[in-house]
């Protein structure tokens, strides 16, 4: 008898601790379905090229270079005109 007694305590532990891991998972369930997403810098918001408006010193660099090729393309555009109407 003493046998069934201790079977029916591990019972007892054993669900006790089922029925505590399935509430922890519903909590974590619950708390992943509460958390926002990281919402966007107000200063980039509804900007075409976010960049723009960085500052640092990596972002001065990039910009620069940037603004470099965006000048090489509008010569280039332009060389590329004179090439097309001195051909025809």
């Known amino acids: 008898m003493g046998d069934i007694i201790s079977n029916s305590n591990w019972f007892d532990l054993l669900f006790t601790i089922k029925i505590k891991i399935m509430a922890n998972q519903e909590d974590n369930k ?26 640092g ?12 090729a965006e000048k090489n393309d509008e010569e ?4 590329a005109d004179r090439k097309k109407d001195k051909n025809t």
């Open 30 to 55: 619950n708390k992943d379905e509460k958390k926002e997403g990281l919402k966007p810098d107000p200063q980039t918001l509804h900007k075409t090229d976010p960049q723009e408006n960085m500052e």
């Open 57 to 68: 010193p990596v972002s001065s660099f990039i910009q620069g270079i940037k603004d470099g």
């Open 76 to 79: 280039s555009k332009e060389e």
